[in-house]
């Protein structure tokens, strides 16, 4: 049964400390998407990959955000320093492709909470 | 640009039926999914579609007019289970990447 993984789960940390949130994607998925979701905002698309290729990263705040694909099995998104306003859940979402009709695969999210 | 516009809430009795629009506007169409996404859960795809009409997956069917810039999604035979939220999300623009915007989503209750 092929999902996407995300470690930690849920993450409580103080403001300032550095978050490294990681993600598995689907095995043969060339695609990978980090989204944030909180209760004003709904689901944001942060920043994208294809073939491990950072394609667009404009929705991600540049000065503390931080997202790479070290290999083909994990992208990891790194909060530096955190502030209490980057709580919220953060999801990694993976596709077959980056075709328009595809569908991403999400995975169940890291719960964060900046203190 | 892209809006993409969903009522917040929405309830229902057990085994009715019930259907929730979404309306966008989009400077280019690249098709309209559906997700559901449980309390505390992930969105899990419900459908896409990119042609005008309905297509029918069992209780949840979804609709598409691109000429209206409308879609919906209807839920039959409601079952508990069925309460959560339900999320439209189009690609952004055009260019052949899959860079979905989601709609707020519309939170359904189900009661028995």
């Known amino acids: 049964d092929a999902r996407v993984t995300q470690t930690p789960r849920h993450k409580v940390t103080e403001m300032g400390q550095e978050v490294t949130m990681r993600c598995q994607p689907i095995l043969g998925h060339n695609t990978v998407f980090w989204y944030r979701q909180t209760m004003m905002q709904g689901l944001e698309l942060l920043a994208y990959?294809?073939?491990?290729?950072?394609?667009?990263d404009s929705g991600m705040p540049k000065d503390r955000f931080s997202a790479e694909m070290p290999d083909a099995t994990l992208a990891t998104l790194k909060i530096q320093p955190s502030e209490p306003r980057d709580s919220a859940v953060y999801f990694c979402a993976s596709a077959a492709s980056s075709g328009e009709g595809e569908t991403q695969y999400f995975g169940p999210g890291t719960r964060l909470l900046v203190l | 640009g892209q809006n993409i516009d969903q009522p917040t809430e929405m309830t229902a009795t057990e085994g009715a039926i019930v259907q929730i629009n979404c309306t966008y506007q989009t400077s280019g169409f690249n098709g309209l999914f559906w997700y559901q996404q449980h309390a505390g859960e992930a969105p899990t795809f419900l459908s896409y579609?990119?042609?005008?009409g309905l297509e029918e997956k069992g209780r949840f069917s979804s609709f598409l007019s691109r000429s209206k810039g409308y879609s919906y999604l209807l839920l039959k035979e409601l079952q508990m289970k069925d309460s959560a939220s339900y999320l439209c999300?189009?690609?952004?623009?055009?260019?052949?990447?899959?860079?979905?915007?989601f709609g707020a989503g519309t939170r359904l209750a189900v009661h028995p």
């Open positions: 579609n990119v042609l005008d």
């Open positions: 990959f294809r073939n491990r290729a950072p394609l667009d």
């Open positions: 999300a189009v690609p952004r623009g055009s260019g052949g990447y899959n860079k979905l915007i």
